[in-house]
């Protein structure tokens, strides 16, 4: 699922280790133009509501700059809806930008990340925590190299890019020389698991020269992403915010 083309290792990168990006998957279109602006719309509103103020300079653990995020509950899919996930059609008509039509969106991706972990022999996800809407500014902004926490999330992590691209830079935490970068067009879909979500760092380098794939510069700007996650089993789930 992840094409040669939006893929650049470099040239440093251990051959023995490139089989492990196969477990970083992405669909380039995976929304339309239209639910792709359905969601960014929907994704601003929330944004507006939930985390109001100016764009904030430094994250609790000193990750994120130049973001605003917002965990979004009232996205929790209601009983109301069909138990086949896949019932819903994704055609263009049949989408606004209310909760109901996001949920129907949403519920399609965690679906369609649950038949690519189907189709790896991967357990399936059975709890998603609420999705997560993080919005970084037009320009000096970024993340910073990290793993998400162990302690608090599963062993999925799949996002949806909305409105500009992005590029994602990542690193073995033992074999710092291999380096990949992918480019995320707005409208895609990534999924890390396996190995790539515990043995790599990743980030959206925050240094404008550093943001750039296959050598070219990509201009940072705004980009909003909404994250779904696996739940521990609360007894594990150690790790809290403050």
């Not at 290792?9 to 023995?16: D, N, V």
């Not at 960014?40 to 973001?67: C, M, N, S, W």
């Not at 970068?181 to 925050?206: A, K, N, W």
Request: hydrophobic content about 40%; some cysteine; aromatic content about 8%.
């Amino acid at each position: 699922m992840l094409g040669s083309n939006l893929i650049h290792f470099a040239p440093a990168f251990p051959s023995h280790l490139r089989p492990l990006a196969s477990q970083l998957a992405i669909v380039p279109a995976f929304l339309s133009p239209h639910v792709h602006d359905c969601l960014a719309t929907a994704a601003q509103l929330k944004l507006k509501r939930l985390a109001r103020g100016p764009y904030l300079e430094g994250h609790f653990d000193a990750v994120i700059k130049g973001y605003k995020e917002a965990t979004v509950s009232a996205w929790a899919l209601p009983s109301s809806l069909s138990s086949d996930p896949l019932q819903d059609k994704m055609d263009d008509a049949y989408f606004d930008s209310s909760d109901q039509s996001v949920n129907r969106i949403l519920r399609h991706f965690e679906a369609t990340v649950n038949a690519f972990l189907a189709s790896h022999n991967t357990p399936t996800v059975k709890r998603w925590l609420s999705p997560h809407v993080l919005d970084l500014r037009d320009g000096n902004s970024g993340i910073g190299a990290h793993v998400d926490h162990k302690s608090a999330f599963g062993d999925v992590i799949a996002g949806l890019c909305l409105i500009s691209p992005a590029v994602m830079r990542f690193r073995h935490i033992e074999e710092p020389a291999a380096v990949f970068d992918v480019l995320l067009p707005p409208g895609c879909m990534y999924i890390q698991t396996g190995s790539v979500r515990h043995m790599f760092t990743h980030e959206i380098p925050i240094s404008p020269l550093e943001h750039s794939f296959n050598g070219k510069v990509i201009e940072r700007k705004q980009r909003i992403s909404i994250m779904v996650r696996d739940g521990l089993d609360p007894a594990q789930a150690s790790f809290k915010r403050s």
